[in-house]
């Protein structure tokens, strides 16, 4: 019987996990409508406290858990079955975590369905193109996201061109972030081809990739005509003078263009010049930043 009373006392023990500041700033945001936590030392405990108040807390529209954290995909389900919990979240960031490919398969399901989130931004998580492929079957059939930001995952071509692959099917999403994405003149191609017929996108980000003039041409192309793109940020690539005549004649002919960054690419002083003067005798584009 001793034994047994024992082995019940250090069952009963057993501690509770607790991180006192962190439950001070869950309390501090309660009320809130939006609860962003900036803390760099975050783990899968400290991930499941967020989760135990979300799954009761309706006065959360927006919540973001942002930083050099230590959470990877059992963090992520503590998370992710909170929200299945809770409809009254729209907005979601998970900056500077550490998902990776199986933290995202995790959650991409319930995605899948979900009729409340509307943007999402999965920024540094380690995400590559395994991570990809389950992101692309999540905008097949989402109906409710319209912000995608993947901004510093490794996605290379590969996964850029799954993600592409999904916006033939989608018609919801209309700000597509994929900056620091290891994206080269092959994944802007074949972004650019299915943005020809994409009449749902309105903002697109690619700065700080590798993306050279055959990409550029294939997005002049893409985006001449295209009735609903505003905004194109595609500085700090590869692009030079050869693709001049390609982007004036995209700001002739569309004229819903509101801000195209073009900055820190190879242009010469001539070549910005030309597309100044061009920019200002069509005055299409209110934002046109070289």
Same mark, same amino acid.
């Given at each position: ?114 009729? =409340? ?54 018609? =919801? ?7 620091? =994405? ?109």
């Amino acid at each position: 019987m001793a034994t047994n009373n024992d082995e019940e006392i250090e069952e009963d023990s057993t501690p509770i996990y607790e991180n006192e500041r962190l439950e001070i700033l869950i309390r501090q945001m309660r009320l809130c409508q939006n609860a962003t936590f900036y803390v760099n030392t975050l783990s899968n405990d400290d991930m499941q406290l967020i989760a135990d108040e979300l799954k009761t807390n309706r006065l959360w529209n927006s919540l973001g858990i942002i930083g050099q954290n230590l959470v990877d995909e059992d963090g992520a389900k503590y998370l992710f079955d909170a929200l299945a919990a809770n409809p009254a979240v729209d907005t979601l960031y998970l900056g500077g975590n550490s998902l990776g490919n199986r933290g995202v398969a995790l959650f991409m399901p319930l995605l899948s369905t979900n009729t =409340t989130l509307t943007d999402l931004v999965l920024t540094d998580n380690q995400i590559t193109a395994v991570g990809a492929k389950t992101i692309k079957e999540m905008l097949r059939n989402n109906s409710t996201l319209t912000t995608l930001v993947l901004n510093g995952n490794p996605l290379s071509d590969n996964g850029v061109i799954l993600i592409a692959q999904a916006l033939e099917h989608n018609r =919801t999403l209309t700000c597509l972030k994929l900056t620091r =994405t290891l994206m080269t003149n092959v994944g802007a191609e074949k972004l650019a081809s299915v943005l020809r017929s994409n009449t749902t996108l309105n903002v697109l980000s690619l700065d700080s990739n590798k993306i050279g003039d055959s990409g550029m041409q294939a997005f002049s192309m893409a985006f001449k005509d295209n009735p609903t793109i505003q905004c194109l940020n595609i500085r700090q690539n590869q692009i030079s003078d050869v693709s001049v005549d390609g982007i004036i004649a995209m700001i002739q002919n569309n004229r819903t263009f509101e801000r195209l960054d073009l900055a820190r690419n190879q242009f010469s002083d001539q070549a910005k010049e030309k597309l100044r003067k061009e920019n200002a005798n069509n005055k299409t584009i209110k934002s046109l930043i070289l």
